[in-house]
C-alpha cells in the first residue's frame, strides 16, 4: 500500500476516533471551555495526555510551516486547520498525506 493511502486512513481514523468521544460530551456539557479543561487536567494521567498533546500540536505547527514552505505544499494552511479543529491525530496524518502528493508530483516533473 502507498504511504499517501496510509496516511489518508490515518487522517479518516483521526477525525473519526477523537469526535466519537468528543461529540457525546459536547452534547452532554455544550462548548464549556472551562469544564473540558478542568476534565482534561483533573488527573495526572489527563494532565500527562494533554500537556503531550499540546507541545505536541505546537510542534506540528512549526515544522508544517517550515518545511511546508521549504517544500511548496499546496493547502497547508487545512493542517492548522485540522489541528485546531480536530487535533494532532488528524492535523500530522494530513501533513504527510500533503507532503507524500507534493513529493510525488516533484517526482514526475523531473522525470
Not at 25 to 46: C, D, K, P, V, Y
Request: positive net charge; charged residues 15%.
Amino acid at each position: 500500500m502507498k504511504p499517501k493511502t496510509v496516511y489518508l486512513a490515518l487522517c479518516v481514523a483521526g477525525l473519526l476516533l477523537p469526535y466519537a468521544e468528543f461529540v457525546p460530551w459536547l452534547l452532554q456539557h455544550g462548548l464549556n471551555l472551562a469544564s473540558f479543561m478542568r476534565e482534561l487536567f483533573s488527573t495526572r494521567i489527563g494532565a500527562f495526555f494533554g500537556m503531550d498533546v499540546i507541545v505536541s500540536a505546537l510542534t506540528l505547527i512549526f515544522f508544517t510551516g517550515r518545511e511546508g514552505q521549504r517544500l511548496k505544499i499546496p493547502y497547508r494552511g487545512l493542517v492548522l486547520l485540522s489541528v485546531l479543529a480536530v487535533g494532532v491525530s488528524l492535523g500530522f496524518p494530513l501533513f504527510l498525506y500533503l507532503r507524500e502528493r507534493e513529493l510525488e508530483r516533484s517526482a514526475l516533473a523531473r522525470a
